[in-house]
């Protein structure tokens, strides 16, 4: 029963995938908009909410209306292949993306679309690039990045990139952390040196549901006096204390929830 659960949600999610990808990809020119959105971007939360559901993922939001009315940048946590997706079922976002996702099948066509940078992690002046670009791109919608740089262990989060906040402050831009906290963990984590279809298969093999809580922290506008290093040790503690609060129980899903 286990694997026949994880081939159906795989294919299911496949079949959605492709569909959406395309209708993003279409109406990417289109100049329609739907509160403050192009009409591509709503067509991807609604592809990613279909996914989550599939995945039996249920996202609980409190915060959505402020990360909806956030100009600037979003950090969250970082454990998970599911965390952009979680983030794009709230609300609108773009990220700043490694190179090689930019030649991934569908995922590449639908970060083209909706403007994601992407950068080479090893080459400095593709990073270099990447900051400029950032420091003069118009932040709505949002742009997520993941301070830590890479998945993190889950247990704790690993120390804050610097980076990240000198492209903020370079921009003198808003920064808005945010928590994304699952349970059960165990199952939906991105281990190091694990595979993505090995993570994606023990999430689509497992009854579930999971949860996925979001939460937004207060957030920063950021000065040419901010200082960088001042702010990511800030940053990163108020992420790690809300990953330790415990968190309510909360009935109704997002996933499916209205525009």
């Known amino acids: 029963m286990r694997w026949i659960r994880g081939y159906y949600r795989i294919c299911f999610s496949g079949l959605i995938l492709g569909l959406g990808g395309t209708l993003v990809t279409l109406t990417s020119w289109v100049p329609l908009e739907i509160r403050g959105f192009r009409i591509s971007f709503w067509i991807l939360v609604m592809t990613v909410r279909s996914l989550l559901g599939v995945l039996n993922v249920r996202t609980s939001c409190p915060d959505k209306p402020t990360f909806r009315a956030h100009h600037g940048f979003i950090f969250p946590n970082h454990v998970s292949f599911a965390d952009a997706l979680v983030m794009v079922g709230i609300t609108p976002v773009r990220f700043l993306a490694k190179a090689e996702i930019r030649s991934w099948p569908v995922i590449g ?12 992690r090893e080459d400095k002046k593709s ?6 670009a950032l420091a003069m791109v118009d932040t709505f919608p949002p742009i997520a990045l993941f301070p830590e740089g890479k998945r993190g262990p889950g247990d704790e989060l690993l120390p804050f990139r610097y980076g990240a906040f000198e492209i903020a402050i370079g921009g003198q831009s808003s920064i808005l952390p945010c928590a994304i906290i699952y349970d059960p963990l165990d199952i939906i984590i991105w281990r190091r040196g694990e595979s993505l279809l090995s993570a994606v298969w023990r999430t689509a093999c497992f ?38 609060q415990p968190q309510a129980e909360e009935p109704a899903a997002e996933t499916t929830a209205s525009l």
């Not at 066509?109 to 080479?120: D, P, R, S, T, Y």
């Open 109 to 120: 066509m639908i970060a083209k679309a909706i403007g994601c940078v992407f950068v080479k």
């Open 127 to 132: 990073r270099s690039e990447a900051r400029a």
């Open 207 to 244: 009854a579930g549901p999971i949860k996925a809580d979001v939460v937004a922290l207060d957030a920063v506008q950021t000065s040419s006096e901010s200082d960088p290093v001042a702010l990511s040790i800030e940053t990163r503690e108020q992420i790690a204390a809300a990953l330790r």
